[in-house]
């Protein structure tokens, strides 16, 4: 029986605790088609079964194993299922996983240039790579980080560095359906939260461009120096796309530096519709990107663009004596310059091999299914007797609700039908849907964004609609 309690692993060891690993993940991964979309019954009960002292001595490696795969994660969303259409999807692409067991094992420093040249290129590759993909011009560049919240703080820290100082008078400017880290951004980058405004939206959940113009009028009258514009290039309520080209001349003309959280619907822009859809997108000074979710890799696996790196620099770089020199070639960069890490994980490799292994072209392929997969789900939810289609899909995102006309004009009794009927879908465990509130009213959301998920998994899953709505009377 291998020893697994030595710190040092031998080749052998290792082998076999991997392939204990592997054989434990396999049958996981065989057994997701079949297993239910959403399982939290006994949550509660379970974390305390697990809570444990501090272990003194190891354990049996079968016996740990059990504990994950058989105790821990039944109860759980299924988040890497074909019928998790919940949220923003991420993905849990396995070439990914093995690029992190690699990056694990090797083990190297990438926040310093001078500590692994080689690997911080090839992680410079892949914002290089993004860049390109989001339509940002050569010479852009960005860092990868935990996801867009991150990108986000990193964002609104740059576009403050240009106020100087003297920030407390500055303004920023979003949709009433931007992501709330938008504003939690704003906050702990040291901005009054009244001083954050959620511009009113237009029927298609965009911000409206004329309030917006009103709003910064208001504030420069008012003596306050309004800074950054945030736009939203796919929101998580609706999935609604901003007017970007419309948000970036009014950029321009007002002098405030324009970000774009296009953390779900970026990478759309691999694809002929999407970069339809994104039009403008590539005039931003800075853009989120979370690979987790449109290029289906693992959770904690996002970007920050920026169309110019120095005033990410500029931003964040602070000078210590334990620190060797940093770059001054334009074309190499030190990481933790460019956001707020110095120690991190060696993201780079998560997106490196995937994208060498599969190609872009095989991305924007699987991309153009979960376009034609929201599209076709919107038509059959458009034939069925009562159901509004709230908010049709921009991407792969769409907001329906049941209106039974035996409820009248009740706006409290279609809420709490509604709740049921989310309810009532989710019982039956192929898919996995979540709500929303727009206009005060509850919806449902489907969002089609994982790589498993294919046109079989969503008529199961319109099927389960059209039931529950039948059960429901």
């Not at 240009?162 to 009433?176: H, N």
């Not at 954050?196 to 008012?222: M, P, S, T």
């Not at 210590?320 to 780079?348: I, K, N, W």
Request: aromatic share 6%.
């Amino acid at each position: 029986m291998p020893d697994f309690s030595r710190l040092e692993l031998d080749e052998a060891d290792l082998r076999a605790l991997v392939a204990a690993a592997l054989d434990r993940i396999c049958g996981e991964l065989r057994g997701l088609p079949g297993r239910a979309a959403c399982v939290t019954e006994g949550g509660a009960a379970l974390a305390r079964s697990l809570r444990e002292p501090l272990p003194r001595s190891g354990a049996p490696l079968p016996e740990l194993l059990a504990t994950i795969f058989e105790r821990a994660l039944p109860v759980s969303y299924t988040t890497t299922g074909p019928g998790y259409l919940a949220y923003i999807p991420g993905g849990g692409l396995l070439h990914a996983a093995v690029a992190d067991l690699i990056a694990d094992a090797i083990n190297r420093f990438v926040g310093l240039w001078r500590a692994a040249p080689g690997l911080v290129q090839l992680e410079s590759n892949v914002i290089m790579w993004l860049c390109e993909i989001v339509g940002l011009p050569a010479g852009s560049g960005g860092v990868l980080t935990s996801g867009g919240s991150l990108a986000n703080f990193s964002a609104t820290v740059a576009a403050r560095h240009r106020l100087g100082e003297r920030f407390v008078d500055g303004t920023i400017y979003t949709s009433t359906q931007a992501h709330h880290s938008v504003l939690r951004a704003a906050i702990l980058a040291g901005f009054p939260a009244a001083q954050v405004r959620a511009v009113e939206v237009d029927a298609q959940q965009r911000i409206c461009l004329d309030r917006l113009a009103e709003a910064i009028a208001g504030d420069r009258a008012a003596g306050l120096r309004p800074c950054m514009l945030v736009a939203s290039a796919g929101t998580t309520n609706t999935g609604a796309v901003d007017d970007l080209e419309g948000m970036a001349g009014l950029a321009e003309r007002e002098g405030l530096w324009l970000h774009v959280d296009a953390a779900y619907g970026g990478c759309f822009a691999l694809t002929e519709r999407g970069r339809a859809t994104l039009r403008g997108l590539g005039r931003a000074d800075s853009i989120t990107l979370d690979p987790h979710k449109g290029l289906f890799l693992p959770y904690g696996t996002g970007a920050l663009l920026v169309r110019d790196p120095a005033a990410l620099r500029r931003a964040h770089s602070v000078h210590a004596e334990y620190l060797p020199p940093m770059q001054e070639d334009p074309d190499f960069v030190d990481f933790c310059e460019l956001s707020p890490e110095l120690s991190r994980d060696f993201r780079g490799l998560r997106l490196w091999l995937p994208l060498k292994l599969v190609g872009a072209d095989g991305f924007a392929a699987a991309l153009d299914e979960k376009l034609d997969l929201a599209a076709y789900a919107a038509g059959v939810l458009r034939g069925m007797p009562e159901v509004l289609l709230v908010a049709p899909p921009q991407l792969s995102l769409l907001v329906f609700r049941h209106v039974p006309a035996r409820l009248g004009g009740d706006p409290a009794a279609q809420d709490d039908h509604n709740e049921r009927l989310l309810a009532a879908i989710n019982r039956r465990g192929r898919v996995f849907l979540t709500s929303t509130r727009l206009a005060g009213r509850f919806v449902l959301r489907i969002c089609v964004l994982s790589f498993r998920t294919h046109r079989d998994r969503v008529d199961e899953g319109l099927v389960d609609i059209s039931e529950a709505i039948a059960e429901l009377g």
